[in-house]
């Protein structure tokens, strides 16, 4: 069985109005019934309409409280959808750790990101601690550095699996209008604070904190944990042509499978695998 959360769709209309109740007598607008998930939509679609990113960094504050206040509320964690569909959520097997992520666009089509790290500390009655982290400009992380919350570069996380006490990330970003990137790297929070990567996955003979898939806007990469066979599945990532070797926003599936096998204390990479014989 392959372990497999996907993600909420990203991209909301734009343009709907916000309910609301009007006290006829006083004609001001009750508070009372407007929701958490209409306010959020109202607050993403003001940001789709936003032609300045100093006005869509001070919308998404907005949404950063709302989220943030449903995400520091011990009743709440069990809940895996705050009712908004620009807003994802995933919680890890183990009950101890969920994470909320969203993103929006900015004006120079690049993207800001923002999650939510909460850890449980209680199964059966949660509760939490959260850490809010942003990235205002998304990029590209590289596989050597390790991150933290004043450096984050900016991913949606879609599935996360526990890992001798800490936690490996599967996650997704936009950073560009040519390529997307797929990262799995490992989730850290030992320090107090939430720490991102850590030398443990190998390719050859070099070790790497994180990796790090780069390809085209155009195409989608399938990149799983199987939880069966206790590994990593993914698709292989080629150039169109070779001439394009290192141009990743030409870089796509060829239709052969690479895994990332747990060996000690180690993840190794392995290519071009058959996985029907897993």
Known sequence: IISLFICAVWNASAGTLLPSVVNTSTGSVSASSV????????????????????????INEKIKQEVLEFA???????KISIGCGRIGSVISPDSKLKII??????????????????KNSNKKKPKVKAWSISSKEAFKPTENKIYNSKNWYGALYYNI???KGDYILLGYSTYNNI?????????SLEKKRPTFGQKVFKKGNKTYSRMVFEYSFMANMSLVYNSETKEFVFDHLSPEE???????????????????????????????VDVRNN
């Open 242 to 272: 070779p001439s394009m070797k290192g141009l990743y926003q030409y870089y796509g599936p060829d239709f052969s499978v690479d895994v990332m096998q747990e060996k000690g204390k180690y993840w190794e990479y392995k290519s071009d």
């Open 101 to 118: 992520s969203w993103n929006y666009k900015l004006q120079d089509n690049g993207f800001a990101y923002e999650t939510i790290i909460i």
């Open 72 to 78: 520091e509320a011990d009743s709440n964690f069990y």
């Open 161 to 163: 699996v526990p890992w």
């Open 35 to 58: 929701t958490v998930a209409e306010k959020l939509n109202t607050y993403f679609n003001e940001i789709d309409l936003s032609e300045n990113d100093s006005i869509t960094y001070s």
């Open 179 to 187: 390529s997307k990137v797929k990262v799995i790297e490992v989730l």
